[in-house]
Protein backbone atom coordinates (compact mmCIF):
# COMPACT_ATOMS: atom_id res chain seq x y z
CA UNK A 1 0.00 0.00 0.00
CA UNK A 2 0.88 3.51 -0.92
CA UNK A 3 1.26 4.43 2.91
CA UNK A 4 3.68 1.77 3.85
CA UNK A 5 7.73 2.85 4.11
CA UNK A 6 10.04 -0.36 4.36
CA UNK A 7 13.34 0.87 5.86
CA UNK A 8 16.31 -2.11 5.54
CA UNK A 9 16.55 -5.47 7.87
CA UNK A 10 19.62 -4.00 9.66
CA UNK A 11 16.69 -1.07 10.96
CA UNK A 12 19.21 2.08 10.82
CA UNK A 13 17.22 5.27 11.69
CA UNK A 14 17.54 7.51 9.17
CA UNK A 15 19.67 10.79 10.04
CA UNK A 16 17.49 14.09 10.82
CA UNK A 17 17.64 15.69 7.27
CA UNK A 18 15.48 12.36 6.06
CA UNK A 19 12.63 13.55 7.82
CA UNK A 20 10.89 16.12 5.94
CA UNK A 21 7.59 14.53 6.88
CA UNK A 22 8.44 14.82 10.29
CA UNK A 23 9.02 18.02 10.47
CA UNK A 24 5.66 19.55 9.92
CA UNK A 25 4.12 16.74 12.17
CA UNK A 26 2.70 18.05 15.40
CA UNK A 27 4.25 16.43 18.09
CA UNK A 28 3.50 16.63 21.49
CA UNK A 29 0.83 18.98 20.34
CA UNK A 30 -2.08 19.13 23.77
CA UNK A 31 -4.74 16.62 22.83
CA UNK A 32 -2.55 14.32 20.76
CA UNK A 33 -2.56 11.03 22.67
CA UNK A 34 0.49 8.62 21.85
CA UNK A 35 1.27 5.24 23.01
CA UNK A 36 4.32 4.65 24.33
CA UNK A 37 5.04 0.88 23.99
CA UNK A 38 7.89 -1.03 26.40
CA UNK A 39 9.30 -3.33 24.33
CA UNK A 40 12.09 -6.51 25.73
CA UNK A 41 13.94 -6.08 22.64
CA UNK A 42 13.96 -2.76 20.40
CA UNK A 43 15.53 -3.71 17.37
CA UNK A 44 13.78 -6.40 17.02
CA UNK A 45 10.40 -4.53 17.68
CA UNK A 46 11.62 -1.20 15.38
CA UNK A 47 11.81 -4.24 12.78
CA UNK A 48 8.57 -5.64 13.07
CA UNK A 49 6.86 -2.25 13.24
CA UNK A 50 8.91 -0.86 10.20
CA UNK A 51 9.62 -3.77 8.02
CA UNK A 52 6.52 -5.85 8.77
CA UNK A 53 3.42 -3.08 9.44
CA UNK A 54 5.30 -0.34 7.15
CA UNK A 55 5.77 2.39 10.15
CA UNK A 56 7.67 5.09 9.78
CA UNK A 57 10.65 6.02 12.17
CA UNK A 58 10.75 9.77 12.76
CA UNK A 59 13.87 11.84 14.40
CA UNK A 60 16.17 9.65 16.65
CA UNK A 61 19.44 10.20 18.72
CA UNK A 62 21.83 8.07 18.31
CA UNK A 63 22.58 4.81 19.93
CA UNK A 64 19.03 5.49 21.85
CA UNK A 65 16.89 2.41 22.48
CA UNK A 66 13.80 4.55 21.84
CA UNK A 67 11.76 5.86 18.48
CA UNK A 68 9.02 7.57 17.38
CA UNK A 69 6.97 6.09 14.60
CA UNK A 70 4.09 6.86 12.12
CA UNK A 71 1.57 5.28 9.98
CA UNK A 72 -0.22 7.94 7.92
CA UNK A 73 -1.08 10.11 11.01
CA UNK A 74 -1.40 7.95 13.72
CA UNK A 75 2.19 8.14 16.12
CA UNK A 76 3.65 5.41 18.39
CA UNK A 77 6.79 5.35 20.61
CA UNK A 78 8.20 2.17 21.73
CA UNK A 79 11.01 2.11 24.19
CA UNK A 80 13.22 -1.05 25.75
CA UNK A 81 12.23 -1.28 28.76
CA UNK A 82 14.57 -0.83 31.67
CA UNK A 83 13.40 -1.93 35.22
CA UNK A 84 14.31 1.03 37.39
CA UNK A 85 11.22 1.20 40.04
CA UNK A 86 9.83 4.79 38.08
CA UNK A 87 7.41 3.34 35.66
CA UNK A 88 6.56 0.01 36.51
CA UNK A 89 3.01 -0.30 37.64
CA UNK A 90 3.07 -4.25 37.81
CA UNK A 91 4.86 -6.86 36.47
CA UNK A 92 7.14 -6.85 32.64
CA UNK A 93 5.79 -10.36 31.48
CA UNK A 94 4.60 -11.29 28.15
CA UNK A 95 1.66 -10.67 26.81
CA UNK A 96 2.11 -6.68 27.70
CA UNK A 97 -0.69 -4.42 27.29
CA UNK A 98 -3.04 -6.82 28.31
CA UNK A 99 -6.66 -5.48 28.41
CA UNK A 100 -6.28 -2.95 25.59
CA UNK A 101 -5.60 -2.87 21.82
CA UNK A 102 -4.04 -0.60 19.66
CA UNK A 103 -6.00 0.53 16.15
CA UNK A 104 -5.17 1.91 12.65
CA UNK A 105 -7.24 2.93 10.32
CA UNK A 106 -5.80 1.98 7.07
CA UNK A 107 -6.70 1.26 3.31
CA UNK A 108 -7.10 -1.74 2.24
CA UNK A 109 -6.92 -3.82 4.55
CA UNK A 110 -7.66 -6.80 2.72
CA UNK A 111 -4.73 -6.15 0.97
CA UNK A 112 -2.38 -5.66 4.01
CA UNK A 113 -3.63 -8.61 5.71
CA UNK A 114 -2.76 -11.12 2.88
CA UNK A 115 0.80 -9.28 2.57
CA UNK A 116 0.98 -10.22 6.26
CA UNK A 117 -0.10 -13.53 6.19
CA UNK A 118 1.94 -14.44 3.02
CA UNK A 119 5.24 -12.95 4.85
CA UNK A 120 4.47 -15.12 7.76
CA UNK A 121 2.84 -13.05 10.23
CA UNK A 122 -0.06 -15.31 11.81
CA UNK A 123 -3.85 -13.03 12.81
CA UNK A 124 -4.59 -13.20 16.55
CA UNK A 125 -8.05 -12.13 15.17
CA UNK A 126 -8.83 -13.19 11.84
CA UNK A 127 -9.73 -10.92 9.23
CA UNK A 128 -13.94 -10.15 9.68
CA UNK A 129 -16.46 -7.89 8.78
CA UNK A 130 -19.04 -6.11 11.74
CA UNK A 131 -21.21 -3.28 11.68
CA UNK A 132 -20.77 -0.67 14.85
CA UNK A 133 -22.92 2.31 15.72
CA UNK A 134 -21.87 5.60 15.32
CA UNK A 135 -24.32 8.67 15.84
CA UNK A 136 -25.12 9.57 12.34
CA UNK A 137 -25.34 5.80 10.49
CA UNK A 138 -24.00 2.56 11.20
CA UNK A 139 -20.45 2.09 10.08
CA UNK A 140 -19.27 -1.27 8.31
CA UNK A 141 -15.71 -2.63 8.97
CA UNK A 142 -13.22 -4.75 7.92
CA UNK A 143 -10.81 -5.55 10.87
CA UNK A 144 -8.01 -8.15 12.01
CA UNK A 145 -5.35 -8.33 14.93
CA UNK A 146 -1.99 -9.24 15.56
CA UNK A 147 0.65 -9.20 18.17
CA UNK A 148 3.53 -7.18 18.30
CA UNK A 149 6.85 -8.92 19.82
CA UNK A 150 5.86 -8.44 23.19
CA UNK A 151 1.90 -9.30 23.03
CA UNK A 152 0.72 -5.97 22.58
CA UNK A 153 -2.77 -6.43 20.06
CA UNK A 154 -2.76 -3.94 16.96
CA UNK A 155 -5.49 -4.14 15.08
CA UNK A 156 -6.32 -2.57 11.53
CA UNK A 157 -9.84 -1.67 10.27
CA UNK A 158 -10.83 -0.06 7.23
CA UNK A 159 -13.85 1.38 6.81
CA UNK A 160 -15.97 0.02 3.66
CA UNK A 161 -19.74 1.23 4.10
CA UNK A 162 -22.33 2.73 5.90
CA UNK A 163 -26.24 2.51 6.70
CA UNK A 164 -29.04 4.36 8.28
CA UNK A 165 -29.47 3.93 11.88
CA UNK A 166 -32.08 0.84 12.08
CA UNK A 167 -34.91 0.90 15.41
CA UNK A 168 -32.68 -2.55 16.49
CA UNK A 169 -29.85 -1.07 15.68
Known sequence: PHWCTIIPSNPRIPPMSDFESFRDAEF?????????????????????????????AGPHKEGSTHAYLTLGTAQLMISNFQQD??????????????GINFSFFIDDVQAFYDKLISSGIRP??????IWYWRPDCMANHKEFAILDPDGYMIRF?????????????
Open 28 to 56: QKIGTVVAELWCNDFHESLRFYTESLGFR
Open 85 to 98: GTWETGSFSRPLGR
Open 124 to 129: FVDLYT
Open 157 to 169: SERIGSRPIQADD
